[in-house]
């Protein structure tokens, strides 16, 4: 079986676990992302902006860090590229992937970014991160200046892989993740 098969066969897996995670877990792993960026600031480090996402498929909802903070939401373009564009939580248009997400005239640079949150299918202690297959955050992160932003996994405790998730050559491991139970970052 080659990789794209067995990651496949992962994210089939990830995706019926996620499906049984419950919306009072998801809430938790919201309110630990909070605690997360409150610890980032205690740390004497400043937010420009916080890269989420769109939730979709039962993935944790942390869009209500736009009541403290400046947000942006990533933008999916037709030749693989993610950039990451403000959002005051309006003007939101369907991308090449159909996720809702600003116009990428309010594209950002690298620099006015200070964390990235990641969804995630799975991830494992290797902080090898499971999405969707497109590789969008993959790409961005090949950049050095990308990969320098903390980059870190949203998801339940049930889809913290106890076995090595198989990891393709692109792969770049996240800097962290958070679930219910724990902040691993």
Known sequence: MIISEKKNFERKKFNNIRAKSTPFERKKVEMNVRLYVESFLKKGKTINHIGIYWPIK????????????????????????????????????????????????????????????????????NLTRLGYGGGYFDKLREDK?????????????????????????????????ITEKEILA
């Open 58 to 125: 039962n993935e944790v909802d942390i869009r209500s860090l736009n009541n403290k903070f400046s947000l942006a939401l990533p933008r999916c373009d037709k030749d693989k590229k993610l950039l990451f564009c403000s959002w005051d939580g309006t003007q939101l248009t369907k991308d090449s992937e159909g996720i809702l997400s600003p116009d990428s005239s309010l594209n950002l640079s690298y620099n006015q970014i200070s964390i990235i949150f990641a969804p995630c299918l799975a991830v494992d202690k």
């Open 145 to 177: 200046n990308w990969r320098a932003i903390p980059c870190i996994g949203v998801l339940t405790s049930n889809c913290v892989s106890s076995n090595s998730l198989i990891k393709a050559d692109w792969d770049i491991p996240l800097s962290g993740f």
